[in-house]
RNA sequence: CGGGACGUGGCGCAGUCUGGUAGCGCACUCGGCUGGGGGCCGAGUGGUCGCCGGUUCGAAUCCGGCCGUCCCGACCA
């Protein structure tokens, strides 16, 4: 047996590295030449378009509808809000030069879309009739940031951010907590993460805010992550970009917005809450492949062993699985364990001559090592099985990170209290305070 | 932006103290044997040692400056 190579760090001996080391050893991402640019590999990205369709759809469930705005947003746009300019403008890129002439006015490459969105919405917005506006733009947006991890924190990141307008400021709110509750589903639901939600502080807001709202995850290493926010922007915005509209009384109002936003970070969220020792755990229903088949051939049964395989890997395809089939000769079966489990492929499908011979396969799940999550399954009863395997997968996931949490949730009475419990230990404190749920990280 | 560490083939590192024609493991390519938890043998490819300048007959190695990366803190999606 040779040593295994490039192993990968233990993530309770130092998270950070295990982290940055998965992340290119999974292939997900690779660093660019720009301070804080990263490239989205092939795999990262498929994960990145799953999450995506899911969300997508819960918009649209939701009346929402796509759009594009640009990429280049006016100084002079941006200064229009007193708020975002201060917060924003420390980690702007600017744009001076087009072609080969000084630019009159420099453009700044969008850090968030709100003063440009608005300054389309105040032409479109003139009656009572044009409400309420609900869009969602998926782009990419750029903060100059000092310190930089793939997906956590990159200068460069992709996400998607709504902008609605709405006739009153009951209407604002309710969609701001809607949009909340849709980020919080889709955590649960799709991504297994069981985020606890609140408001944030006032400090904590988003620049321009009247409220902001948030979905907030427990990191492996007991840190919080803002994995989601949903803003209730008043008619802060509408006052500095001249969005009003006659109402029923054909009296003038400014409209009330929102504004709400969920990036790649949740992707090394993913990484970190789910992840182990052994690599990546992708939730089966984000899972880019559900199951992989490893075919275990010797000598003489090759042949054989390489058509039931394939065999079986159609016949799954054809059954609406996600499939994947390592045919690589290169490699031992033991490699190719490892190699799928670094990945995080939810189930591995193992078909050797034993198996054949018994009409059988091996079902490994990726969140219990070793044998202990292996079964031996009738080949008549396999999708059946898996598709149950799946589900299973994704609930245990989910119920596994919930226990975390539980354990790295600690109360706090009094100011006090809290006070003391974030000094000596990591994770969330409840603590009465301004009526909502509130956390920090220690 | 403060404190610390580090930049040598794709990845992980040795060599730097004590200057003398760049090395190891893995990965990669070719051939063969293998194959139920990171197999073995043989033959190969690949590096202006982060960048700029200085000292020197000679610099990965010594000196100065810059850039970048990582960790701990402050800030953020």
Not at 151 to 155: E, I, K, M, Q, Y
Not at 367 to 373: P, Q, R, S
């Given at each position: 047996m040779a040593e295994a190579v490039e192993k990968l760090t233990k993530k309770s001996e130092d998270p950070s590295k295990w982290y940055l080391q998965l992340v290119r050893m999974a292939k997900l991402a690779d660093y660019g030449p720009v301070r804080g640019t990263f490239a989205i590999r092939p795999y990262g990205y498929a994960l990145w378009e799953r999450i995506q369709a899911d969300l997508d759809a819960r918009f649209k469930a939701t009346g929402h509808q796509n759009a594009y705005f640009p990429l280049l947003i006016p100084e002079s746009y941006l200064k229009r809000e007193a708020e975002v300019v201060e917060a924003f403008d420390p980690e702007l890129a600017w744009v001076t030069i087009g072609g080969r002439e000084d630019l009159e006015e420099r453009l700044a490459v969008?850090?968030?879309s709100e003063s440009i969105i608005c300054d389309f919405y105040s032409n479109w917005v003139?009656?009572?009739?044009?409400?309420?506006v609900l869009i969602n733009q998926w782009c990419n947006v750029m903060r100059w940031e000092k310190v930089t991890r793939p997906?956590?924190?990159?200068?460069e990141f992709l996400w998607q951010e709504g902008h609605t307008v709405h006739a009153t400021a009951r209407e604002s709110r309710e969609e701001a907590l809607r949009m909340q509750r849709v980020y919080r589903d889709c955590f649960y639901e799709a991504l297994a993460l069981p985020v606890l939600d609140g408001a944030k502080s006032p400090s904590e807001r988003?620049?321009?805010?009247?409220e902001t709202f948030t979905c907030e995850g427990l990191m492996g290493d007991g840190r919080a992550l803002q994995a989601a926010t949903s803003h209730d922007l008043g008619q802060n915005f509408s006052r500095a970009f001249d969005i009003t509209f006659l109402d029923e009384n054909q009296e003038r109002q400014y409209a009330h917005q929102t504004s709400w936003g969920f990036s790649t970070r949740v992707i090394g969220g993913l990484i970190l809450v789910h992840g182990d020792d052994r690599g990546l755990k992708i939730p089966p229903k984000l899972a880019p492949t559900e199951a992989v088949i490893v075919p275990i051939w010797r000598g003489e049964s090759k042949g054989e062993v390489r058509r039931e395989a394939e065999k079986l890997y159609i016949e799954l395809k054809e059954a609406g699985f996600r499939m994947e089939i390592d045919l690589d000769e290169e490699h031992s079966p033991g490699y190719k364990f490892n190699e799928h489990e670094l990945r995080g492929v939810p189930v591995r499908i193992e078909l050797g001559p034993k198996d054949i011979e018994n009409g059988q396969a091996v079902l490994a799940r990726r969140?219990?090592?070793?044998?202990?999550?292996k079964t031996f399954v009738p080949r008549s009863e396999l999708a059946g099985r898996l598709r149950e395997l799946l589900g299973e997968i994704q609930e245990s996931m989910l119920r596994r990170a919930t226990e975390f949490r539980e354990e790295n949730t600690r109360r706090a009475t009094s100011y006090e209290e809290f006070k003391e419990i974030i000094e000596e230990k990591r994770g969330f404190v409840l603590a009465p305070g301004t009526g909502t749920r509130r956390r920090r990280r220690g």
């Open positions: 969008r850090p968030t003139q009656s009572y009739r044009d409400l309420p997906f956590l924190r990159t200068a988003f620049p321009g805010a009247i969140d219990v090592a070793g044998k202990e999550g």
